[in-house]
């Protein structure tokens, strides 16, 4: 009924930037947030950014200062502007829906490598 579509993953240089999407679209539902996860190979699903529907932001530290999360809520469409890329940055990203009552939805995921 819910289904979570992303995009704008892919390759990039150390130091640059990409710009995650996520819409949601289906049954209707209220939204309380919306946010990013990330997982590297051999390693646990971390919260990256999340975005309240009355416009609180949390950011992992590590991301902080280089990652902005942004909502377009007529669009339903979550974003993830990442700029100054590292390696270190390089995960699966998981687009995440809190619905106000129920269970969370999950994105597929898109890949991010940093290298050169």
């Known amino acids: 009924q819910v289904q979570l579509v992303e995009s704008g993953g892919g390759l990039v240089q150390p130091g640059g930037s990409l710009r995650l999407s996520c819409a949601a679209s289906?049954?209707?539902?209220?939204?309380?947030?919306m946010g990013w996860y990330r997982q590297a190979p051999e390693k646990q699903r971390e919260l990256v950014a999340r975005l309240t529907s009355s416009g609180f932001t949390n950011y992992a530290d590590s991301v902080k200062g280089r990652f902005t999360i942004s909502r377009d809520n007529i669009k339903n469409t979550v974003y993830l502007q990442m700029n100054s890329l590292k390696p270190e940055d390089t995960a699966v990203y998981y687009c995440?829906?809190?619905?106000?009552?129920?269970?969370?939805?999950w994105g597929k995921g898109t890949l991010v490598t940093v290298s050169s």
């Open positions: 995440n829906v809190e619905p106000t009552f129920g269970m969370d939805y």
């Open positions: 289906g049954s209707s539902f209220t939204i309380n947030a």
